[in-house]
C-alpha cells in the first residue's frame, strides 16, 4: 500500500537586525577592520514545487561603505509527526522517503546557489498483534529532523557589491521542490505531516563613514549671468577609483545627472569646475549637488546649493496698474526696439486676447479693458522667443 503526503502550508516570516563589530570579513580604507550589518529570515514552505520571493534590505551608501556581501542559506527538513502499523500478519519494513531539490538566483548568485538531498529511512514493523497503536507492529515519532545542509556565497567583486546599495530591497527568487512518500511490502495504517523550512542570513561587511577619505568638501555654486552657474568643489589626494556626477533640481527633492566628472589624476590638491547652463525660458529656483561615486557602487552626496535664475524681462517690462480696476496696460523701460506677442488668460487657461506690440525703449501700452478677476500675461520678444508670464488681479 502506497500514499503521498503532501506538506501542509505554514509560513512565519521575521527579520531580526542584527549588528556586529568583531568579526569582519575585509580590510577598509587605512587598513582598519570592517563591521558589519546582518539580517536573518527563516521561512516555511509548502511541498511540492514553490516559489518565493526573498527580499533584503539594500545598503544605505550614505551609512557607510560595503567592502564584501555573504549569504548564508540553511535548508532544513522536518517530520513533524509519522505513525506507522502494520496490518498484515507478517513483519514488514516501511520505507520512508524526503526527497528535495533548493534553487536561489538573484544579485551576486553566477551561478545559482543549487542544492538536492535524497533521503530514506527504513522502520522495522513486526506483524499485527490486534492491538492499536501499540507493541512491535506500531511505530510513532514526532519533530524529526531529516535534513540539515548549507549552502553558503561571499561576494567581494566590486562589480557585484554596487548592486547592494540603495534606500529599497534587494530581490532573489527561491524555488523548492519537496516529495515525501512512504512505502511498505504489506497492508499498513500510517500517518506523516512534514515540514521545509529555509533560513536565509543576509551580512554586509561595512566600513564607517569616519574610516573613508573625504573625496568632496568646499562645494560652492556661483550664477554666472542670467542664465548659467559655475559649481566648485575640492577633493583630496587618492587612489581611490571614483567619478563625480553634477546633479539638478527643480524642487530640491527629486534630482536628475546632468554631467559626469572624472577624477583628476597625479593632482595633489584638485579642484573642480563645472559649468551649468538652463535652458531658453526656463526661468526660476534650481537646486545643485555633486554625487560622488565609486567603483564599487559606494556613493556619497554634497550639501545642496539653491541658485534663482530671473528672467531679465521682468526687469524691463511690468503689468501697470497691477492690481488693476479694469483698465490694463504694459509699461516698457529699457527694452530694445521691436514687437512683442502679448496673451491674456483667465484663470481657467483660456487665452481671451492675444495682441502684437510694435515698442520702442520706453514705451507704455494699452492692452484692454478686463471684468474682476485673475489673469495670466504672457509677454514674448518676437525677435528671441523669450517670454515671462506674470498674474494680474482686476478687481
Same mark, same amino acid.
Given at each position: ?109 553566477t551561478p545559482s546557489l543549487s542544492n538536492s ?19 512491535p507492529d506500531f511505530y510513532t515519532n514526532s ?51 512534514t515540514s521545509a523550512y529555509v533560513n536565509f ?6 566600513? @564607517?563613514?569616519? /574610516? ?6 568646499? &562645494?560652492?555654486?556661483? $550664477? #554666472? =549671468?542670467?542664465?548659467?552657474? *559655475? ?89 501697470? @496698474?497691477?492690481? /488693476? ?6 509699461? &516698457?523701460?529699457?527694452? $530694445? #526696439? =521691436?514687437?512683442?506677442?502679448? *496673451? ?52
Amino acid at each position: 500500500m502506497k500514499k503521498l503526503y503532501k506538506i501542509f502550508l505554514i509560513q512565519a516570516l521575521f527579520i531580526i537586525l542584527i549588528l556586529y563589530s568583531k568579526n569582519g570579513y575585509a580590510q577598509c580604507p587605512n587598513g582598519q577592520p570592517a563591521g558589519g550589518t546582518a539580517f536573518d529570515t527563516t521561512i516555511r514552505f509548502a511541498s511540492g514545487v514553490t516559489n518565493k520571493q526573498i527580499k533584503f534590505p539594500k545598503f544605505n551608501p550614505q551609512s557607510g561603505m560595503v567592502s564584501c556581501v555573504k549569504l548564508i542559506v540553511t535548508m532544513t527538513g522536518i517530520i513533524d509527526t509519522s505513525a506507522f502499523e502494520n496490518l498484515s500478519d507478517a513483519p514488514i519494513t516501511v520505507k520512508r522517503t524526503y526527497n528535495r531539490s533548493d534553487n536561489m538566483t538573484g544579485p551576486g548568485l553566477t551561478p545559482s546557489l543549487s542544492n538536492s538531498f535524497n533521503g530514506t529511512t527504513n522502520i522495522p514493523l513486526g506483524s499485527n498483534n490486534g492491538v492499536t497503536n501499540a507493541g512491535p507492529d506500531f511505530y510513532t515519532n514526532s519533530k524529526d529532523t531529516v535534513m540539515r545542509m548549507r549552502m553558503i556565497r561571499t561576494l567581494t567583486d566590486s562589480t557585484s557589491i554596487s548592486e547592494f546599495y540603495g534606500t529599497d530591497s534587494v530581490v532573489y527568487n527561491y524555488s523548492i521542490n519537496v516529495v515525501s512518500t512512504v512505502t511498505a511490502g504489506g497492508d499498513i495504517d500510517n500517518y506523516m505531516r512534514t515540514s521545509a523550512y529555509v533560513n536565509f542570513r543576509f551580512e554586509y561587511c561595512t566600513c @564607517p563613514i569616519a /574610516s573613508l577619505p573625504v573625496g568632496l568638501k568646499n &562645494f560652492t555654486v556661483a $550664477k #554666472r =549671468g542670467a542664465s548659467a552657474a *559655475q559649481l566648485q568643489w575640492e577633493a583630496e589626494a587618492g587612489t581611490d577609483s571614483y567619478t563625480y556626477e553634477v546633479e539638478v533640481s527643480r524642487d530640491g527633492i527629486h534630482f536628475l545627472k546632468a554631467a559626469v566628472v572624472n577624477k583628476m589624476v597625479n593632482n595633489p590638491n584638485p579642484t573642480y569646475r563645472h559649468g551649468y547652463g538652463i535652458k531658453a525660458n526656463e526661468y526660476g529656483r534650481y537646486y545643485f549637488r555633486v554625487k560622488q561615486r565609486w567603483i564599487d557602487g559606494y556613493y556619497k552626496y554634497s550639501e545642496i546649493k539653491p541658485v534663482d535664475f530671473t528672467n531679465p524681462l521682468f526687469a524691463t517690462i511690468s503689468i501697470y @496698474p497691477n492690481p /488693476s480696476f479694469g483698465q490694463v496696460g504694459l509699461k &516698457f523701460v529699457g527694452v $530694445k #526696439r =521691436g514687437s512683442f506677442l502679448v *496673451q491674456v488668460s483667465n484663470a481657467a487657461g483660456q487665452v481671451i486676447i492675444t495682441k502684437e506690440l510694435l515698442v520702442t525703449e520706453t514705451d507704455y501700452k494699452a492692452i484692454a479693458d478686463l471684468k474682476t478677476g485673475m489673469y495670466y500675461v504672457k509677454i514674448t520678444d518676437v525677435a528671441t522667443q523669450a517670454f515671462c508670464i506674470n498674474q494680474m488681479v482686476v478687481k
